[in-house]
């Protein structure tokens, strides 16, 4: 206590002195010089703020402006003291909340500490408040996170082992098949030479369809199951699937369109009941690409224009240019304005692009919307190009409205949590079952049955025992394949970094959504985070890693922008008693930001700090009082 | 039901470009396949553009018939005679005809008349009296009307041979020579050349005709038809430059200093220079080609005679080709043994009213042309701080975050811009409502702390019916015509848009009214204007601006007054900035394009440069050539407009950008964030010094700047014009002047560790950060360190400064100042400083302190150069808190300070008050005497 008013008392003295610095300039009062803090010089009581910098480092003028790198302290009873650049002191504006910053009198400034004082002290309490919500709730997340963590792993264990045995059944299963499916062959090479002309045309045929990895693939979904099983037995090899055709029983399906084929692809993609032989071609896939939609992607416009762009830069002709221009000329007074003024924008092409996207998403949409019938498109496409110019049109709004209504994203909720949709989720449940011992069990006494009572080389083959023998394999490679979905999605998870206690775990499979103007953004940590306009997704980034120690959230390697970088999103996170998404943001072209609260960033530590420091400054201010 | 389309784009082997789309199941009709074809038509059309500047866009003058023709003319082309030669209103008068060949050309008449000061003017013109059919565009608005007071009235001319001579200045004579018909201006006593006209006979001059059957009049260039209503009206001469080494100005291309040669004997085939105002994308260094602005105005200067310029006052299309020698050597003129260069001058239309300036000294040159275009206008000292742009600050609050950010870096700065985003769908004076709700809240806030805001008003005016602009104009007929006679419908940011016709003074006014703040919602005092796109650009037109053909007020066509346009745009919007505040307020108003009078408007920058070093390289000369030509106030964007600059780039900018008379960073929106902090912690440093180092130097710019207000001598000058005797200096443009005391020079290299700097000769020069000294007279290799460029203060100078670092301008205005004195071999120097209000015109009352210091016999003493008789007067309190001497060996301790007969002490001080940097130099301590009074510091 005695401490504390002595220096009170010197600080009147020294203006701008910060308390922890009182000491220091106690020796010019002692023995009337002291050396600058950076030992450049020395200086004496007199030329202690007299208004001229003799420390290059400010030490002599803490309380006026003489100094460039000087610091002025202000006290700021009843609020937290500050230290203010000395380019602050007496520039006419009142920046300590007491006033101290402006005293040459030129201007006078009222001590509005009390009431700053009370506002920050609101906050803090506040923010205290929310931190303990908070840090309750995250105990009990790092908690449930140690607990789901080891069911994980648990699970994971059992499945791999459980695999282990069904890959051995379905070994069995599938080479019991294939003697049965030898024999068949037998038979039906003996009714071959009977019918021989004929079959040679088909022959041909089957040959035409050869490498058309897809094709078999769609087709054998619904008809063919024998073949597709055979595929994933054999393996992924192209020619030994092409090979399996060639043995196959009967080329029946084999007839239909390729163009049909491209189709139902992409339809599949949109299909909500995949059957499970699907499910493991689409795994397949993914492994490669997170993306479900491969196929459509890679016929994406946009990165066909992207290989334009690129051959646009590596070796584009002299004479070529002057193609490019030739066109120009064809194009009409407005094109021509709408395109000369996109180099500057770069925004028609992005547009455009952007377009297309959305033009790919309204066929595979469907056709019972009037908007997107032919003529609106091209209509649109010019709305869009236009408002590359202009922020917004009329009808440009009118119909961004419009895209909303039809999706019902209209709720303006400004922040949304969903679960993933597809990601193996919904297999849980149906895994748990499937993993259910005695199913496992059943299965094994089945395929003992099989492994008895079918007699491979009888001929003519008993057709409802090699059928059921086809079904049973079936269903297992099917379950198998569902199995390992279920390990690698498990593995995957497992593998992520969930912070030091696992905090972030409930946040895996999580989507946040905020909407901002037009857009609608969608943050899956762990995952990706997009943006959304109508019917067109841009993919801000994929799921990089937490920085600055578990502060930020990184997604990097989003759709690339046009004459930009990949896009990236970075999520700044804060403590908040539920998982929000806010202040969505694009401070430089594709560079993304956001603020997500999550009760993982509630640290107990962090809480005492708070509390410590509410505690001072009502200290500090009862005795401002008393 | 889903379908795809495939589309793939692939390179052959012989780079074709085909282009492959496959329909999937229920293609409807045939009409989709063609409207993605059409699309990525567009797209493949876009990216081959993206890369850079496409010159086949723009005509060269092999596709522009006046220049073609013009260009393959062989001396003595002309058969013109001088005839009929008299005095006339004080002017030398006479009629040029053809005497061989009876032709249908009429006569053209020529007048010369002579100015104060060593200006002589020539108009050449049709003969009104022969009824020409039409009368040719002369451009008005831009020779100040009291230039017209300066005239000599000629009394008498003396005839000698063939040769008419009338006086001109103290020890010139401008001389018309009738046959074949010559013009020059010559010494008297020596009879040496200055400056000629039509010496190798390439005057050509094509008169406006009567349309006959069979005249094709048309001219076609890419998509575009000029109809060319009245033909052929070209003009094109020679000018001879004598006693030239180089020659210098015609703004504005991406140059060097020193024009090279544009053609003659092995100069590859190459461009003229052309002045033809335009819109041009990503442009190049090095090129002649034409860019937002011009200004016909070329200087000399060499070592025989000094400088002289010519000045060509026509808005019409322009090319000018500088000869390399022994173009000529086929010819058989016989002309004076001097030393020359001779050019080609060529214009589409208008007629020849030239101005020849005798000089002999650089600022000669630029006072005589500053005294027939008129001198810049005195900038408010806010301007001249650091300006922070960006396409775009995108709303209130991210103004407001960048704002707070420099104040946290304690990085001073004094305007905040705003690009067309701003705007609700680029409908100018107005403000999107969703980004900018509260733009009045917004620009007090700004301006609380002292800083301006900067929004964008461009001459295009969206084609709106609920626009009230557009409303107003087209109902009132200001809009520019096109040939036909309707409203010009052109394309560019807010996609159809129409152009306010500027050359009509009744629409100026109506222009300038919109700037009140009744009519501009959401306009604050502290909200000033820029100005873009005003070559003007229009994205559908020919070269990416208006077609010739548009008609303005009084019938004029496009053609004729095409660079101008730009001009009268700013001109309107700096008055309406006048206007707004009674008159007492000075207008800020940066304009991209720009001609002859700018300077008295306002400012400019160099247009959409490249982050990229060599641009960074470039500015430098552009900005000096726009100083020598009337615009002082000028700048480049830091950091280059396209492209992300490395950060060693952007630092070396803003240390050189620093230290030229338009401050500004700039940015495209496609561009990654680059304000000063974003670039780590050193980096900001390094970028705060820059800045830190401009604002302590603002009281010597401002000085400058008022210099160049009374003068036209520009704030950042070229070596030569400060060394004319120099001649390592004559082609430098890597370093530059500020002033006549501040040497700086750029490093325009990645990486460079030391820099190769000529200072020089007969002068001392004291490094700026540790007061080394160095003597001229040849280049030396000095280091460098990322910490910052060579600078240098020339020996016998005085520098004041403001040493004290602040948010902005306006809370340094009572600060103290630092003065630095650089003492020459005789132990003397001299300098200046100018105080005003910063911002009204009570300076013109006389509401000013302009002060000389002396120091001489180791006595400082203070003169008064305000005038003696001033309506009005301003007062500070400022004082002296510290003199620097540099080059002065003494051991005083003290000195006395008179009148007020106080001591102070001299101790060693650091030269910059920096952490960090060791410096000493001899500093009187705390002098504390008034800037404002007349005292004397004698050292003891």
New interface residues.
């Given amino acids: 206590m005695l401490v504390f008013r002595s220096a009170v008392v010197l600080s009147e003295n020294i203006l701008g002195v910060a308390p922890e610095d009182e000491a220091y300039y106690k020796g010019l009062f002692t023995s009337g010089t002291i050396k600058c803090k950076?030992g450049?010089k020395t200086f004496t009581k007199a030329q202690l703020n007299?208004?001229?910098?003799d420390c290059?480092?400010g030490t002599d003028e803490p309380g006026t402006?003489?100094?460039?790198?000087g610091k002025f302290y202000c006290r700021n009873t009843g609020h937290n003291p500050v230290s203010i650049?000395s380019?602050?002191v007496n520039?006419?504006?009142c920046d300590c909340c007491d006033g101290s910053d402006e005293n040459d009198g030129?201007i006078k400034c009222k001590n509005t500490c009390w009431e700053a004082g009370k506002v920050a002290r609101d906050r803090l309490r506040k923010k205290i408040t929310t931190f303990r919500d908070g840090v309750k709730i995250r105990k009990h997340e790092v908690e449930q996170a140690k607990l789901s963590a080891a069911k994980d792993e648990e699970e994971l264990s059992r499945l791999k082992n459980e695999e282990n045995i069904l890959k051995g059944l379905v070994q069995q299963l599938k080479e019991r098949k294939e003697q049965i499916e030898k024999a068949e062959e037998k038979e039906r090479v003996q009714k071959e030479k009977e019918e021989k002309q004929k079959k040679e045309a088909e022959e041909a045929k089957l040959k035409e369809q050869k490498g058309e990895e897809k094709v078999n693939v769609e087709e054998q979904k619904g008809e063919e199951k024998v073949n597709v099983v055979e595929q994933e037995a054999v393996g992924s090899k192209s020619d030994d699937e092409a090979g399996a055709h060639d043995h196959s029983p009967s080329g029946q399906d084999l007839n239909k369109a390729p163009?049909?084929v491209?189709?139902g692809v992409?339809?599949n993609d949109?299909d909500g009941d995949k059957d499970a032989s699907l499910d493991n071609i689409e795994e397949e896939h993914a492994e490669e690409n997170e993306e479900p939609s491969k196929?459509?992607q890679e016929?994406n416009?946009d990165e066909?224009?992207n290989?334009?762009?690129e051959?646009?830069?590596s070796?584009?002709?002299e004479s070529?240019?002057?193609?490019?221009?030739e066109?120009?000329?064809?194009?009409s007074?407005?094109?021509?304005?709408?395109?000369?003024?996109?180099?500057?924008?770069?925004k028609?092409?992005e547009e455009?692009?952007e377009?297309?996207g959305t033009?790919?998403h309204n066929?595979?949409d469907?056709?019972d919307d009037d908007n997107y019938d032919?003529d609106d498109?091209?209509d649109n496409?010019h709305d869009e190009e236009?408002s590359g110019?202009?922020?917004?049109?009329e009808e440009d709004r009118q119909k961004y409205e419009d895209d909303d209504h039809m999706n019902g994203v209209g709720d303006d909720d400004s922040s949304d949590s969903h679960k993933y949709e597809s990601d193996g989720e919904s297999d849980m449940s149906d895994m748990e079952s499937t993993s259910n011992p005695s199913w496992l069990e059943k299965i094994q006494q089945t395929v003992r049955k099989f492994l008895e009572a079918v007699n491979p080389f009888q001929t003519p083959v008993d057709t409802s025992e090699s059928e059921n023998v086809r079904k049973e394999y079936d269903d297992a490679s099917g379950k198998l394949s569902k199995m390992q979905t279920r390990i690698s999605s498990l593995t995957k998870k497992l593998g992520h970094d969930f912070g030091p206690e696992m905090e972030f775990y409930s946040l895996y499979g999580q989507c946040l959504e905020i909407k901002e103007?037009k857009y609608v953004y969608k943050v899956c940590p762990f995952k990706e985070a997009t943006q959304m306009e109508g019917h067109s997704t841009t993919r801000l980034g994929q799921w990089d890693k937490f920085d600055e120690s578990y502060k930020v959230m990184l997604f990097t390697n989003g759709d690339k922008?046009w004459?930009?970088p990949h896009r990236s999103l970075t999520v700044r996170l804060r403590c908040g008693s539920k998982v929000e998404l806010a202040d969505i943001d694009e401070?430089?072209?594709c560079?993304y930001s956001a603020l997500l609260t999550t009760p993982a960033l509630c640290q107990e530590g962090r809480l005492k700090e708070l509390e410590d420091k509410l505690e001072s400054t009502i200290y500090d201010t009862s005795l401002l009082q008393s | 039901?889903?379908?795809?389309?495939?589309?793939?784009?692939?390179?052959d082997t012989n780079?074709d470009?085909s282009i492959t789309i496959k329909g999937?199941?229920?293609m409807?009709?045939s009409?989709?396949v063609l409207?993605?074809f059409l699309?990525?038509?567009?797209?493949?059309?876009?990216?081959?553009?993206?890369?850079s500047w496409?010159k086949?866009?723009f005509r060269n003058c092999n596709q522009t018939p006046f220049c073609k023709r013009a260009r393959s003319r062989k001396p003595q082309h002309c058969k013109l005679i001088a005839t009929d030669v008299r005095i006339e209103d004080g002017e030398l008068t006479a009629k040029l005809m053809n005497p061989q060949e009876n032709l249908d050309e009429n006569s053209l008449i020529i007048s010369l008349s002579v100015y104060q000061n060593g200006i002589l003017r020539m108009k050449i013109d049709e003969d009104p009296v022969q009824n020409p059919p039409k009368k040719r565009f002369q451009v008005p608005d831009v020779v100040l009307p009291e230039f017209q007071s300066k005239k000599l009235w000629l009394q008498r001319y003396t005839k000698d041979g063939d040769s008419f001579s009338v006086y001109l200045f103290d020890g010139y004579e401008a001389v018309v020579k009738s046959d074949s018909f010559e013009v020059f201006v010559r010494e008297q006593s020596s009879g040496k050349r200055v400056l000629s006209f039509n010496s190798h006979g390439l005057f050509d001059f094509e008169q406006l005709r009567v349309k006959k059957e069979g005249d094709e009049w048309e001219e076609r260039f890419?998509?575009h038809t000029d109809s060319r209503p009245y033909g052929p009206q070209s003009i094109s001469f020679d000018v001879s430059f004598y006693g030239a080494d180089f020659v210098y100005g015609i703004p504005e291309h991406a140059t060097s200093l020193a024009l090279k040669p544009t053609n003659g004997p092995g100069i590859e085939e190459s461009e003229p220079y052309r002045l033809f105002n335009l819109d041009v994308?990503?442009y190049l260094h090095e090129s002649p080609f034409g860019l937002y602005g011009s200004i016909p105005l070329m200087l000399s200067h060499g070592k025989s005679h000094g400088t002289s310029g010519f000045f060509w006052l026509n808005a019409a299309e322009m090319q000018i080709d500088v000869l390399g020698s022994g173009w000529d050597a086929e010819s058989s003129i016989l002309l004076p043994d001097q030393k020359r260069i001779d050019t080609l001058w060529m214009s589409e239309a208008g007629i020849v009213d030239a101005f020849f300036f005798i000089g002999p000294k650089p600022k000669d040159v630029v006072k005589q042309y500053a005294s027939v275009t008129g001198t810049s206008a005195m900038p408010q000292l806010f301007a001249t701080g650091y300006h922070q742009c960006r396409w775009n600050y995108r709303d209130e609050e991210?103004v407001k975050n960048v704002d707070s950010k420099f104040d946290e870096h304690?990085i001073?700065y004094d305007v905040l811009w705003l690009d067309i985003?701003h705007t609700?769908?680029?409908r100018y004076f107005t403000w999107?409502k969703?980004l900018f709700p509260n733009p009045e809240e917004m620009q007090k806030d700004l301006a609380?702390?002292g800083r301006r805001m900067v929004t964008i008003v461009d001459p295009h005016i969206k084609r709106d019916d609920n626009y009230h602009i557009h409303k107003e104009a087209s109902k009132n007929g200001y809009y520019v015509k096109d040939a036909t006679g309707k409203d010009f419908d052109?394309?560019?940011?807010?996609?159809?848009s129409s152009y306010i016709d500027m050359v009509n003074p009744e629409i100026r006014s109506w222009w300038a009214d919109k700037f009140s703040y009744t009519e501009y919602v959401g306009s604050t005092p502290s909200l000033y204007i820029w100005n873009d796109m005003n070559e003007p650009s229009?994205?559908?037109g020919p070269e990416?601006t208006m077609p010739r053909d548009a008609l303005h007020y009084g019938n004029v066509e496009h053609r004729e007054l095409h660079n101008a346009y730009g001009y009268y745009f700013h001109m309107a919007t700096s008055e309406g900035l006048v206007k707004r505040e009674g008159g007492k307020d000075r207008p800020f108003v940066l304009s991209r394009a720009f001609f002859p009078g700018t300077q008295r408007y306002g400012t400019v920058w160099t247009g959409?440069n490249i982050a990229e070093w060599e641009h960074l390289r470039v500015s430098v000369p552009m900005i000096l050539t726009l100083g020598l030509t009337g615009i002082t106030f000028s700048g480049a964007d830091v950091g280059g407009f396209f492209g992300n600059p490395e950060t060693e780039l952007l630092v070396r900018w803003y240390q050189v950008a620093a230290y030229l008379p338009f401050f500004r960073g700039h940015a495209?929106?496609?561009?990654?964030?680059r304000e000063p902090w974003l670039f780590g912690e050193h980096n900001t440093e390094l970028i705060r010094d820059a800045i830190?180092v401009r604002y302590t130097f603002l009281p010597y710019f401002y000085t400058l700047f008022r210099e160049a207000n009374m003068t036209g001598v520009p704030v950042a000058r070229p070596l030569w014009m400060e060394f004319p005797y120099d001649e390592a200096t004559f082609n430098n443009d890597e370093a530059f002047m500020v002033g006549n005391a501040l040497l700086v020079q750029g490093v325009y290299t990645r990486g460079a560790k030391d820099v190769t700097v000529y200072l020089p000769r007969d002068h001392t020069w004291y490094d700026l950060k540790t007061g080394t000294a160095y003597k001229g007279g040849h280049a030396q290799k000095m280091e460098v360190t990322d910490a910052d460029i060579p600078v240098f203060q020339r020996s016998g100078t005085i520098i004041p400064r403001k040493?004290?670092?602040?948010?902005s301008t306006?809370?340094m205005e009572?600060?103290p100042y630092t003065l630095v004195i650089a003492v020459d071999s005789s132990g003397a120097a001299e300098g200046e400083v100018y105080i005003d209000d910063g911002k009204s015109y009570e300076f013109k009352q006389g509401a000013y302190i302009h002060r000389r210091f002396i120091f001489s016999d180791g006595k400082l003493t203070s003169v008064n150069l305000a005038a003696a008789s001033s309506t009005s007067s301003f007062v500070s309190d400022c004082t002296i808190?510290?003199i620097i001497l540099l080059g002065y060996s003494s051991k005083t301790k003290s000195v006395r300070i008179e009148p007020s007969n106080h001591a102070t002490d001299v101790e060693l001080g650091?030269l910059q008050?920096?952490?960090?940097?060791?410096s000493s130099a001899l500093t009187i301590?705390?002098p504390n005497v008034r800037i404002s009074d007349d005292w004397t510091i004698r050292l003891l």
């Fill in positions: 950076d450049s007299d208004d001229f910098c290059s480092d402006s003489a100094c460039p790198a650049f380019s602050r520039d006419g504006i030129k163009a049909d491209e189709v992409a339809h949109e196929v459509a016929y416009p066909s224009s290989a334009a762009h051959y646009d830069h070796h584009v002709p070529k240019e002057e193609d490019g221009s066109d120009a000329n064809s194009l007074r407005e094109e021509l304005g709408r395109e000369i003024g996109s180099r500057w924008t770069g028609k092409n455009q692009n377009d297309a033009a790919r066929y595979d469907d056709d032919d498109t091209s496409a236009y110019y202009d922020t917004e049109t103007n922008c004459n930009g401070p430089s072209r560079e | 039901m889903g379908q795809i389309l495939l589309i793939s784009l692939k390179t780079n470009l999937g199941r229920n409807s009709s009409s989709i409207h993605h699309f990525l038509l567009l797209i493949v059309c876009h990216l081959t553009s993206v890369s496409k086949d866009e890419r998509s994308f990503e991210d304690d001073p985003e609700d769908g680029k999107d969703a609380s702390r052109g394309w560019c940011w807010p996609g159809s229009v994205f559908n990416v959409d495209h929106h496609d561009t990654k964030r830190r040493d004290r670092f602040r948010r306006l809370q009572n600060d808190e510290r650091p008050i920096r952490s960090g940097v060791r301590r705390k």
